[in-house]
């Protein structure tokens, strides 16, 4: 049968002006459209080129950019590539009867596979299509993801990813329907009641599927499939309420089983169904669907765990057990449990567990505290340590979260095999292993390992180092290697568990003892584990005389991301040398969320004179608008940068002069906002912006704005008023628009510039703020006002890379792109002569 046979089979041509069925040639672009179908149900109907035809899918409530809506989409018969120009009726009686109309239409690319549509129709057949939109209504990055129940093969979830096409507002297709196309439907609705009332087969579909998932609360498992993980800690707060398991020393496993075979994986997302095909057995004869997440371990007749034998699966040696030790339950029959606390999903985990009787499956108990006495428990049974989780917390899929901490009674470090000495005495293979990390600027060297190694696991790693010898040494030039002129360099590829007694001062490993080797570890994950600080919900600091109380610290901010504003005020600690400089002297603006970025905001400009520590530092102005006096805070130290964002004020936003010359900006900022534009077309407008600055001598500098957009910084250094500053980036933007004209607008209001990117240079006025560079957006994700260097602004960039996380991981590794921004100071009058 033909792809587009069963869309022959059901229509008659006669009757119906649908496009006869014909497969296309191979197109230079590959084209999407959505239809929106009035028949006896309203659905939209999703349509994908590849190979010749339109992979289709009904859906009922229509695509969404809100990435927080997962839309059920019902995949049905492919269509011929000329269905994507059909619009009109299908007569009463035909299949599909009813009005048809174009909601949007455009290209598309992959995002997640190869440039073939053979590749395209590889991730169709896994059930996993991540694809880039380029519509007019619809825009940017979506995935289609296949439900995975047996009752209804066909449905899939539609899903907006998180970029700057997406909105956070409730979105609603039909909110775009002309009044002229929704009476149409409506026309035929009627017309259905009169005349028949059976439903289309697409209907029964999506009905089906409906009440499937209505009944099962089917949720989109690809995410549930990504497990959370626990920080090393040293101790917990013991103001919080914890329950405490045994730390395993196993291979992570996430199962799961939603009828016919169970799927076991990885914490890498790589299957072990062949490798412990026991443990997918066990599932077999289960009648409930989960999802579960806990180790796979070998044990001896003790109960003693041998990591070791878990390298090669089963068959495993004789007198020792394969066991599954189960410590958490992500879904259940279709219901998604991860937003319950640990406590509840320990509850029902482990009646379910109990029920099933299962002799491979274990239940992983959850111990009281205090902490004190589960780490006397743990040494009497020689446990490798304790993982500590706030009783009443989520379960966060694919994130390393302080709400989980292990505690270590014995200390280990996966680490890097870069090399390895030749062997002496009687000893077969090598001598000890070269091990490093990853480090702010490549691998760094941690030591070598000697010890901990079996005959038998000496021969199997010297054929795995011998088949990947290198003649370059794999670390810095500078690094002093232990036995260096013995070392034999390989490919980094192998990661081995090390335990070890403590850290030497030149950051080496004290008495290292090979635990093993770890498959289930990607190399970039291979960084020193460095204990964190718990934080306390209060908690005093002192800079020389000024003691500043911070406080509720635990207190959630980005609810989706579980980030607190401790969170928040350890980014800032980390980054307070790079922006300090960007608010020194300059009069702030607070914009305040004390309840976290989903609740009510403020914005506070005027300071209340003993409303915080007297040591703050305020400046009386005059407002021009009003003639008020306001008292205006200056932050030019860390202990005011982190009041502020303990008051709940999230980003920090500064004038662009300093209180001293308060007429006279030190920058002149060009913002480049979207406007909902693709943001490839403002990198365009940006790197435009360059070339006519470096035309006239004028060197800038880039950041993101950490919300949608692009900031373009010169430095003035307050030598000009903002009159001249701002007929300066006036000028700049006016030769901007004649160069993007079709793309840009100067308009200042927003309803003469829908759809086209704003060029912003009233900015530069007395007063005014901007978000400064390195300050944290109330915006999902925690992203951030980021410094780039220009050779960063391509295609590629992404608001959304740029976070509290990364940002932090960014500094350490990167040399600061600004670090010369307050070396030169423009000569404006000479630039604008050059324009």
């Known amino acids: 049968m033909s792809a587009l046979d069963k869309y022959v089979q059901k229509r008659d041509f006669s009757k119906t002006s649908e496009p006869k069925a014909r497969k296309a040639r191979k197109s230079v672009k590959l084209r999407f459209v959505v239809q929106r179908h009035h028949a006896s149900r309203l659905h939209y109907d999703f349509r994908l080129e590849m190979d010749g035809v339109l992979k289709s899918w009904a859906i009922p409530k229509g695509p969404s950019l809100n990435p927080k ?3 059920l989409a019902v995949m049905v018969e492919d269509h011929p590539i000329s269905y994507r120009s059909f619009e009109g009726e299908i007569p009463k009686g035909n299949y599909g009867f009813g009005a048809v109309s174009i909601f949007d239409q455009g290209f598309y690319t ?55 096409h997406a909105v956070e507002d409730d979105y609603n297709a039909e909110d775009q329907i002309t009044d002229d196309i929704k009476q149409a439907g409506v026309a035929f609705r009627k017309t259905a009641a009169k005349g028949t009332s059976s439903e289309t087969e697409i209907d029964k579909k999506i009905n089906a599927s409906r009440r499937s998932k209505e009944s099962s609360s089917q949720t989109n498992t690809t995410n549930l499939l990504a497990p959370m993980l626990a920080v090393l800690a040293e101790q917990v707060d013991e103001d919080s309420d914890w329950l ?40 077999a004869n289960w009648d409930r669907q989960v999802i579960l997440d806990g180790e796979l371990l070998i044990e001896d007749s003790k109960g003693m765990a041998h990591f070791q034998l878990l390298q090669h699966g089963e068959p495993i040696p004789a007198k020792h057990s394969l066991r599954y030790h189960v410590f958490d339950i992500l879904m259940l029959d279709g219901n998604d449990l991860r937003d319950y606390p640990v406590v509840e999903r320990k509850d029902l985990l482990e009646r379910l567990l109990r029920k099933q009787g299962a002799k491979n499956l274990c239940f992983v108990p959850a111990h009281e505290g205090p902490l004190s006495t589960v780490l006397k428990t743990a040494k009497k049974n020689k446990w490798e340590g304790v993982v500590a989780k706030e009783a009443n917390s989520r379960y966060l899929s694919g994130k390393r979260s302080s709400l989980w901490l292990k505690i270590k009674l014995q200390q280990t470090q996966e680490a890097i095999v870069v090399g390895y000495t030749a062997p002496a005495g009687s000893r077969q293979g090598f001598g000890a292993l070269a091990l490093a990390v990853q480090g702010e600027k490549g691998l760094d060297y941690i030591g070598n390992v000697g010890t901990g190694f ?45 335990a070890f007694s403590a850290w030497t001062n030149d950051g080496h490993l004290r008495h290292p003892v090979f635990k093993a080797l770890r498959k289930d570890k990607k190399l970039r994950e291979i960084k020193r584990e460095v204990p964190v600080k718990i934080m306390q919900n209060d908690r005093e600091l002192k800079f020389g005389r000024k003691t500043l109380q911070l406080s509720n ?18 980014y800032y600690e ?47 102005l005059t407002s021009e608008a009003s003639g008020d006096t306001v008292n205006y805070l200056l932050c030019n130290d860390l202990p005011t940068l982190l009041w502020i964002a303990n008051m709940g004020s999230i980003e920090i936003n500064p004038w662009l002069a300093s209180y001293r ?49 692009l900031h373009i910084y010169v430095h003035t250094a307050a030598q000009y008023d903002f009159d001249i500053t701002r007929d300066f980036v006036q000028m700049l933007a006016e030769l901007l628009h004649e160069q993007h004209p079709d793309t840009t607008s100067l308009e200042r209001s927003p309803n003469k510039r829908k759809n086209k990117i704003y060029l912003d240079y009233m900015q530069n006025k007395r007063a005014q703020t901007i978000v400064a560079p390195y300050s944290v957006r109330p915006k999902p994700q925690a992203t951030v006002s980021t410094p780039l260097a220009w050779d960063e602004v391509d295609e590629k960039l992404s608001i959304q890379q740029f976070t509290m996380a990364t940002v932090v991981e960014r500094i350490r590794t990167k040399p600061d792109p600004w670090q010369t921004i307050f070396d030169e100071k423009v000569n404006l009058r000479k630039a604008i002569a050059a324009f």
């Open 69 to 71: 809506d997962k839309r």
């Open 110 to 164: 992959s995002i997640a596979t190869g440039d073939t549509e053979t590749d395209l129709l590889q991730a169709l057949e896994n059930g996993s299509l991540k694809i880039k939109l380029q519509g007019k209504k619809l825009r940017g990055e979506f995935a289609l993801v296949k439900i995975k129940n047996p009752q209804e093969e066909n449905a899939w979830l539609l899903i907006k990813h998180q970029d700057e």
């Open 244 to 283: 405490f398991e045994q730390k395993l020393d196993g291979f992570r496993a996430i199962t799961q089983f939603t009828g016919g075979k169970a799927q076991i994986f990885s914490r890498n997302g790589l299957s072990f169904n062949s490798k412990f095909p026991s443990i997918v057995d066990t599932f």
């Open 454 to 498: 079996t005959d038998a696991l000496l021969k199997e790693l010297t054929q795995q180092l011998q088949k990947t010898i290198v003649k370059r040494k794999p670390l810095p030039q500078e690094t002093s290697v232990a036995n260096e002129r013995q070392v034999t360099w390989v490919k980094p590829a192998l990661v081995a568990e090390i």
């Open 553 to 570: 610290q635990k207190k959630v901010y980005w609810p989706q991301d579980q980030l607190t504003k401790g969170d928040l005020l350890n």
């Open 574 to 620: 980390h980054v307070a040398d790079f922006i300090l400089p960007f608010l020194k002297d300059k009069p702030i603006s607070l914009n305040r969320f004390p309840n976290g970025i989903d609740k009510a905001s403020f914005f506070q400009k005027d300071i209340v004179e003993g409303s915080g520590p007297s040591w703050l530092k305020t400046v009386k």
């Open 661 to 709: 010359t308060k007429n006279k900006p030190v920058f002149a900022v060009l913002d480049i906002d979207p406007n909902g534009v693709d943001f490839k077309e403002v990198v365009a407008v940006a790197l435009t912006a360059k070339t006519i600055l470096d035309h006239a001598g004028v060197k800038s500098f880039i950041k993101t704005s950490g919300s949608t957009g």
